[in-house]
């Protein structure tokens, strides 16, 4: 295993290239098993998720060929075949496989998903709305089996407004027959995506990134070529990053729309942001002023670069208050901050940031993905070297990170973990 290596205080300067959107690319690559023809989808991110869900069209019997951040998949061939352990495990979204498995099959056997350990993410919404279209669910041994005679639209009222089960309700009811309408969607981009990859293989699908979506049924599916959007969280973090080390960074491949929220508060802050289409040039001013966030569901602060986020107002100028409305165990990271001298303290679900705090190198921990990317942010602005552990979770999320942050001008490096140091690391 290997660990993050970060030596803190060099200027970022430069261009970088944001890559296809990670939560577009875990259900675009599952959405493909809809059709009856080649997928070809452009733009993939080279991140490990990716690949394991490739792995996984591959064992169902699609044949899946890459070049370079293309990918061709051909479902001709593939069969409901079950999936309840081994890869299918290691990350959230293979429960993608459960609403496109259904809506081509009618049957889908898969085990429960893995992914970052950031508190519950139950998946009762996912399977409310499959039993709605008609689905008999049952959880046997840690698998979800759904089976169904056939599918019918319906009408569905999501209680709380989730992204995976949007999507995965969207994949099984493009096939089904009559109208479904989801009421309380999400409404983010990633969902907009999807729909437009769909609806080019000829689904019916309106409202797309409103919260309320109607699916006209339809027979068949056909193959088509789709370009991902790029990575708003990706992005968002680079921005953060030219926030806190930054002398003049431009980000490129980024929709600035996808990231209000984000750039309102960092010109709150005192960060000069320039917009272009698809392009963002930030110019950090010397001296940050501290700003209170609140996550929220999209269009609100995502709750994503929260973590990121927290690490910057560590730089600014009084007190910052940062609510997660989202996930309450998204405060892993503070203790990790805190040994790098950062003024933080939890209260509830809200962490209070003391700045303008001058933070220290030490050896930290990354406890999920966007836990990683904060450890990154603040070693970035440290004094010394910042020694981070857990770099798999980064790497779920984060292409080529280490490459985009040295052109940059980051001092950053990889080196393998002593066994003495896996030990520890296994035991922690």
């Known amino acids: 295993m290997q660990k ?56 169902i019997g699609g044949e899946v060929k890459w070049n370079g951040q293309t990918v061709h998949i051909d479902p001709t061939h593939m069969t409901p075949m079950p999936l309840p352990n081994g890869k299918v495990k290691k990350l959230r979204a293979s429960y993608y496989f459960m609403g496109a498995m259904l809506g081509r099959f009618k049957q889908a056997v898969i085990g429960l998903p893995g992914g970052c350990h950031i508190g519950p993410r139950p998946i009762d919404q996912h399977i409310k709305g499959f039993e709605a279209l008609g689905a008999k669910v049952t959880n046997e041994q840690g698998a979800i089996y759904l089976r169904a005679d056939e599918l019918r639209g319906a009408r569905i009222y999501l209680d709380v407004v989730s992204v995976g089960a949007t999507i995965n309700i969207m994949l099984a009811a493009v096939k089904a027959k009559g109208k479904t309408i989801i009421e309380n969607a999400a409404r983010e981009p990633e969902i907009i995506d999807v729909a437009t990859l769909l609806t080019s293989m000829g689904a019916k699908i309106k409202g797309a990134g409103t919260d309320v979506i109607r699916i006209e049924g339809v027979e068949e599916l056909t193959g088509c070529m789709h370009t991902i959007i790029p990575d708003r969280i990706e992005a968002g973090t680079y921005v953060i990053m030219a926030a806190a080390q930054g002398e003049k960074v431009l980000i490129d491949n980024v929709i600035p729309q996808h990231l209000e929220p984000l750039l309102a508060k960092l010109r709150e802050m005192g960060v000069g942001i320039e917009e272009g289409e698809e392009q963002l040039l930030i110019t950090p001013s010397k001296q940050l002023e501290s700003v209170d966030i609140k996550t929220l569901v999209h269009p609100g602060f995502p709750t994503d670069l929260q973590q990121p986020f927290t690490s910057l107002l560590t730089k600014a100028n009084g007190t910052g208050v940062v609510t997660d409305t989202i996930y309450q165990a998204r405060f892993k990271h503070i203790d990790e901050l805190r040994r790098m001298n950062a003024k933080i303290k939890v209260e509830g679900s809200s ?78």
């Open 4 to 59: 993050l290596m970060v030596q803190g205080g060099t200027p970022l300067n430069g261009k970088v290239r944001i890559g296809g959107a990670k939560n577009s690319a875990v259900a675009l690559l599952p959405a493909a098993i809809l059709a009856d023809s080649k997928v070809i989808i452009e733009g993939l991110p080279k991140i490990s998720d990716v690949g394991v869900l490739g792995d996984l069209l591959e064992e």
């Open 351 to 428: 962490a209070i940031v003391s700045g303008a705090a001058q933070l220290e190198g030490a050896k930290v921990k990354a406890s999920d993905l966007r836990a990683g990317a904060a450890l990154i942010v603040a070693g970035l602005m440290a004094d010394g070297v910042t020694e981070i552990t857990g770099v798999d979770h980064i790497d779920r999320g984060y292409e080529q990170l280490t490459e985009k942050l040295s052109n940059l001008g980051a001092v950053i490096w990889r080196e393998e973990m002593t066994e003495n140091e896996l030990e520890q690391f296994q035991n922690s």
